[in-house]
């Protein structure tokens, strides 16, 4: 996974930085609610929508930010084949198929602002992902069901706008965009006439609208 190796490297160095600039995070000094929509490169995942919590402490008195988030993602899709795993019997017919999906991520990460103007804010974020993913398909015309679920690790880059308009209130509305790749925790050497349709890479784009709350002054 040389993608994930260079990320993980670059956000190693990250964090060397930020331990030597700051000590250690000041406690808790933000909490965002998001709304999230998604869409994956992966044919049983597709577009997701859903919800997400992420908080977030300053480390020191340096500008960079430890954040800790946690959302879950479903979706349906639909696609022509055959919902069957393994070997297919010749006389098996392809039919309409959907692929109902769901996903919990919880994520690890650092972020610091790049600027700022006014009310206005932009961030940079990146962070490492442990997501759970489980798909079912379901033959619309036989009634077949076939189900999959992976653990899969991953490492993530979201750039993000938080405007504060209120003076006198901590709170800020934030839209952010992100991208997202994700490779297999545990990864099979050999299948032998088995489903497992989420051992391969497979990234993510999401959106985000967001509600953030400030303990303190940013």
Known sequence: MPGIALWARSLGSLVVAAAVIG??????????AQALAAHS?????GNLTGFGLVSGARLGQS???L?????RLTGST????????????????????RDDARTITASVGLSAPV?????????LGGGFDLAWVHSDTHGLSTGRKLSAGKTLIGVDLGLETSIAPWRQRPF???????VSAFAPLFARDELVDGYEPFEGRSGLRRVWLGIAWYAHSR
């Open 41 to 45: 490169d992966h044919l049983l995942l």
């Open 172 to 178: 800020a509305v934030v839209l952010g965009v992100g």
């Open 63 to 65: 500008p960079i930010s």
């Open 23 to 32: 000590v250690r995070p000041a406690g808790a000094q933000t909490l965002m």
């Open 78 to 97: 639909r696609r022509t084949g055959i919902a069957c795993g393994g070997l297919i019997a010749p006389d098996r017919q392809p039919e309409l198929l």
């Open 67 to 71: 954040r800790f988030g946690l959302s």
């Open 115 to 123: 600027w700022r103007h006014g009310p206005a804010t932009l961030t």
